[in-house]
């Protein structure tokens, strides 16, 4: 088994790269290949480069970052600092609020999102 999505893709990648070349009939990894024809095989390249970029390079990052102008960024930045005073202060409940104000700003900012969830775990625990 893989230890990464990446390791897992770029093999996967190698073995369409072999359907590509030799056409199959062979064991790979305990696994039998059966003889594939020419469509199969010409279908088989193309995808298997495929699977080795991603492999090599990585997951794509398909998150964007919002621009934000300079006044929306200083009410972004204070709702920030005031959410991380009060989670630190033992004030969930101000945290939140905070929190969900920076994300009225910035509905990107996905670790905001986890934040939220957690203080709002930590809220109905209490």
């Not at 930045?77 to 991380?84: G, I, M, R, T």
């Amino acid at each position: 088994m893989p230890e990464t999505i990446e390791i897992g893709t770029f093999v996967v990648g190698i073995v369409l790269g072999l359907v590509a070349l030799l056409g199959g009939g062979f064991k790979i990894f305990g696994a039998e290949v059966p003889k594939v024809g020419w469509i199969v095989r010409g279908i088989a390249l193309p995808v298997g480069v495929i699977f080795i970029y991603f492999g090599l390079a990585g997951p794509p990052n398909l998150s964007f970052k919002v621009s934000l102008t300079p006044e929306q960024q200083k009410q972004y930045d204070v709702a920030l600092a005031a959410a991380e005073w009060c989670r630190n202060n033992d004030r969930p409940r101000q945290a939140l609020l905070y929190y969900k104000e920076a994300l009225k700003i910035s509905p990107s900012d996905h670790d905001i999102k986890k934040d939220i969830e957690t203080l709002q775990r930590k809220i109905d625990a209490r």
